[in-house]
């Protein structure tokens, strides 16, 4: 059993996928069938009900999903992230300024904010190598950026100070 919790519109879902083709969203349970035509579309039965689907994936937890006409921004997050985005958006409320350190070693590969740059929670703002593989620096707080410690083909260590958002 998997359970995420789907935000549409600033509306908070949840939604438990159950065994044998069934879910329960928001406490009410589905007969649901899903299937695939092509890379992004697909027929979703949900009880005696046909759908046609596409979808687009933006960024790491948000979607943007057209049904049968009418389009849908989504985030789509297990319930342990959406825990962990809650605190953190409780946290940047409480304190003023949020330090952003690196969270390895790793060498910058693109810083993409300037200082004076708005920022929401969440969104990329560093580009990080470490052991081959780049990894998203993303922003604890929303914001604006302001002071970046470091600079593009630097070598980082952990717990170094890459940017402050005020």
């Given at each position: 059993?998997?359970?995420?919790t789907?935000?549409?519109?600033?509306?908070?879902?949840?939604?438990?996928?159950l065994?044998?083709?069934?879910?329960?969203l928001?406490?009410?349970?589905?007969?649901?069938?899903?299937?695939?035509?092509?890379?992004?579309?697909?027929?979703?039965?949900?009880?005696?009900?046909?759908?046609?689907?596409?979808?687009?994936?933006?960024?790491?937890?948000?979607?943007?999903?057209?049904?049968?006409?009418?389009?849908?921004?989504?985030?789509?997050?297990?319930?342990?992230?959406?825990k962990?985005?809650?605190?953190?958006?409780?946290?940047?409320?409480?304190?003023?300024?949020?330090?952003?350190?690196?969270?390895?070693?790793?060498?910058?590969?693109?810083?993409?904010?300037?200082?004076?740059?708005?920022?929401?929670?969440?969104?990329?703002?560093?580009?990080?190598?470490?052991?081959?593989?780049?990894?998203?620096?993303?922003?604890?707080?929303?914001?604006?950026?302001?002071?970046?410690?470091?600079k593009?083909?630097?070598?980082?260590?952990?717990?170094?100070?890459?940017?402050?958002?005020?």
């Open positions: 059993m998997s359970d995420y789907v935000s549409i519109n600033d509306n908070k879902h949840l939604l438990k996928i065994s044998n083709g069934k879910v329960e928001n406490g009410d349970n589905y007969e649901v069938e899903l299937s695939q035509l092509s890379n992004f579309s697909y027929l979703l039965k949900v009880n005696d009900n046909v759908y046609q689907v596409t979808s687009e994936k933006l960024n790491g937890h948000d979607y943007n999903f057209a049904i049968d006409g009418y389009s849908y921004n989504t985030t789509v997050r297990t319930n342990l992230e959406e962990a985005n809650e605190y953190l958006q409780n946290k940047a409320k409480e304190s003023g300024t949020e330090i952003i350190k690196s969270p390895m070693p790793g060498l910058i590969v693109k810083i993409l904010k300037q200082v004076g740059d708005s920022v929401e929670i969440g969104e990329p703002i560093i580009l990080l190598e470490a052991m081959k593989m780049e990894n998203e620096i993303r922003a604890s707080a929303s914001g604006i950026i302001k002071s970046i410690s470091t593009e083909n630097n070598s980082v260590e952990k717990g170094e100070i890459l940017l402050e958002i005020g």
